[in-house]
């Protein structure tokens, strides 16, 4: 009797796994048609009878700015290019930083919030980081870097109903986000942490200086050769190339 419900338990596990991963595969090579970040958003917009309009437009890698796509990892994870999908490294110095009673930071990189704004709901309960674990590494594994920044910079949440760099361009400097300067990338690098309080054009004093902040890190990483060894990840494979 045990056995037969282990082997049912393991069968329907294996169904769910290898469910998890279709999208996964599909979205290698296809445009997000959205998030669950954003169905969330709209779902809870309606419950409360404010309506939302989601402004989302897809953009392809080679659309968007070097000074965006180095903005934001400047902001959000500068060990992009070298780690595996989590940094290690970055967990231990948030850990600290909050400890010492600095303004709270987390400790996730952009494979992990593409995992979790992309698939999943954004309580902080351990089920959901446990999935948002399995979910990135499957990320790391099937994706190359580029296209991981890619989604990122297409799904991130920049204002109520915002998502995605061409949207908040549009939405906060009336331009594409082709056309962003340097200043305007960090501003909206700078606001990612708290995109529905924070306003990119007239950021809080600390979110100004995170911008400044930003574009020197932008500067020190490196620029396009940054994004020279972004773009050669390839696959999981190149984390050892590129480590040893």
Not at 61 to 79: F, G, H, T
Not at 106 to 127: C, E, H, M, P
Not at 181 to 190: C, F, H, I, Y
Request: glycine fraction near 6%; include cysteine; proline fraction near 5%.
């Amino acid at each position: 009797m045990i056995k037969k419900i282990l082997r049912k338990t393991a069968k329907w596990l294996l169904i769910l796994a290898f469910l998890s991963l279709l999208p996964i595969i599909i979205f290698r090579w296809a445009p997000a048609p959205g998030s669950m970040l954003m169905v969330e958003r709209w779902y809870a917009a309606k419950q409360s009878g404010q309506p939302l309009t989601i402004q989302y437009q897809w953009r392809p890698y080679e659309q968007i700015p070097d000074n965006m796509k180095m903005a934001v990892i400047a902001s959000e994870d500068q060990r992009f290019a070298k780690h595996c999908g989590f940094d290690l490294r970055g967990i231990r110095e948030a850990i600290q930083h909050n400890m010492q009673g600095g303004t709270l930071r987390g400790g996730s990189t952009i494979s992990q919030q593409v995992a979790k704004n992309l698939f999943l709901w954004s309580d902080r309960s351990y089920l959901r980081k446990g999935v948002e674990v399995w979910f990135t590494l499957w990320i790391e594994i099937l994706w190359p870097k580029q296209r991981i920044l890619e989604m990122y910079l297409n799904i991130a949440e920049w204002d109520r109903g915002v998502f995605g760099v061409d949207a908040a361009a549009r939405t906060h400097f009336n331009i594409g986000a082709s056309y962003l300067s340097d200043r305007q990338a960090s501003q909206l690098a700078a606001v990612l942490p708290s995109p529905l309080n924070w306003d990119p054009v007239n950021p809080p004093q600390y979110a100004q200086r995170r911008a400044i902040w930003i574009q020197q890190q932008m500067r020190q990483l490196g620029g396009r050769e940054y994004l020279d060894k972004v773009e050669a990840r390839s696959d999981w494979l190149a984390w050892f190339r590129l480590r040893y």
